[in-house]
């Protein structure tokens, strides 16, 4: 008789589990789906994921990064980016040299790296087109798979949504 009633709830509990497995791959699905559909949609995904779990969904924010000739021109160009709302914050490092290939010639240059921190939904080149001085500028952006959530919170709060 136990055997029974033990298998019956094994049984039971099986079913029910099957149930959710399946419910969740539709809403998963369903989500997946939407936010193809509607890209704004991430956004706000990223954003209950993170309230709800505490913790960071990877590949929502990215660094960039951006060579200059110059101090001044590297300053220009992170007001341009900062302006327009594009970015959280940029860095503007130390003058670095750099060696590199333009028309078939290693060339030898110094230069100024910045480091930008943003959403990845920003990589517009066509716009630092317009206020970088290089005919082919360095632009660079690398997914970021961790980091601090409330500085994550921050750079969310300090750039609107598309």
């Not at 970088?132 to 980091?147: C, K, M, T």
Request: proline share 4%; glycine share 6%.
């Amino acid at each position: 008789g136990m055997i029974l009633v033990a298998a019956g709830r094994m049984e039971w509990l099986f079913q029910r589990c099957h149930k959710e497995v399946v419910v969740n791959s539709f809403f998963r699905s369903f989500l997946v789906l939407s936010v193809s559909m509607y890209p704004g949609l991430w956004s706000i995904g990223v954003r209950l994921h993170s309230v709800f779990t505490g913790s960071y969904v990877p590949g929502h924010h990215s660094v960039l990064v951006i060579n200059s000739p110059n101090e001044q021109t590297a300053k220009d160009i992170g007001r341009a980016i900062m302006e327009r709302r594009l970015a959280a914050s940029i860095n503007i490092l130390f003058r670095t040299s750099t060696m590199y290939y333009w028309k078939g010639e290693i060339q030898d240059a110094s230069e100024i790296l910045m480091v930008s921190s943003q959403r990845n939904s920003f990589c517009d080149q066509h716009g630092l087109r317009s206020v970088h001085p290089y005919a082919n500028p360095e632009v660079l952006s690398f997914p970021v798979d961790d980091g601090s959530l409330a500085y994550m919170k921050w750079m969310d709060e300090a750039i609107p949504d598309d």
